[in-house]
């Protein structure tokens, strides 16, 4: 129960989020300053919950080695979708949720094992936190481009249900898997996360909410410290 439970929610918050930005008044500075908290929460997530376990179970040049592929995979599939496709319709905030998400929820299924619910509240909050205004922003682009609402909030159930499927694959295939393993999921997830920081994300939060993102980067890292501090 705990498990459908937990993945539920973390997964809804992409549709609560689609729903927000198709249907809801979304004001520029309101969706840049939530796009900065979800930055500033993934920024603490990346190194406390993704990189530094890593360097522990799989050792620094593992840890080097997969986090610059998951940056490289996401930076290629967000180059296709801006440079080749010409998509910027929310393409880019979608392939950072789903391209990310995935490892980040083969994780999240992962710790379910443990049933430490401190440690699952920590990492949830943290997807929680980003999923919701990712989601937001990626639908509000895409129906300013043009696409229908039936559309956009197929193509974020879809992404929901794709993160669920993860979650509960982690929990069930990965269950036995060693900890070096889960680690190197974890650096390419990390990789992914930091590339969608870089060149998604913060221009993206900085572009709507202005100088105020500099301040909400920091709140949403805050945040994502006492989730973890919370999480032990």
Known sequence: MMIFLVIT??????????????????????????????GGALML????????????????????????????????I??????KIQSSGGGGLLAAVTLDGVPENLALGVSLISG????????????????????AGGAKQMKESGSSNKKILLIWTGAAVLLSVAAIAGNILLRDVSKSTISLIDCFAAGAVIASLATEIFPDAFKKGNHWAGISTAIGLILALGLDQLGG
Do not use: C, R
Not at 14 to 23: E, H, K, M, S, V
Not at 49 to 68: C, D, K, R
């Open 9 to 38: 929610i973390v997964s809804a918050a992409l549709i609560i989020g689609a729903l927000w930005g198709t249907y809801g008044k979304l004001p520029n500075w309101l969706q840049g300053n939530l796009l900065a908290i979800a």
């Open 45 to 76: 997530a990346v190194v406390l919950q993704m990189l530094q376990p890593a360097v522990t179970h799989s050792g620094l040049l593992a840890t080097i080695g997969f986090t610059l592929l998951g940056a490289g995979v996401f930076t290629s």
């Open 78 to 83: 967000d180059y296709l979708i801006d440079e």
């Open 116 to 135: 430490n619910v401190m440690q699952v509240a920590a990492l949830a909050g943290s997807i929680l936190l980003s999923n919701l205004p990712e989601a």
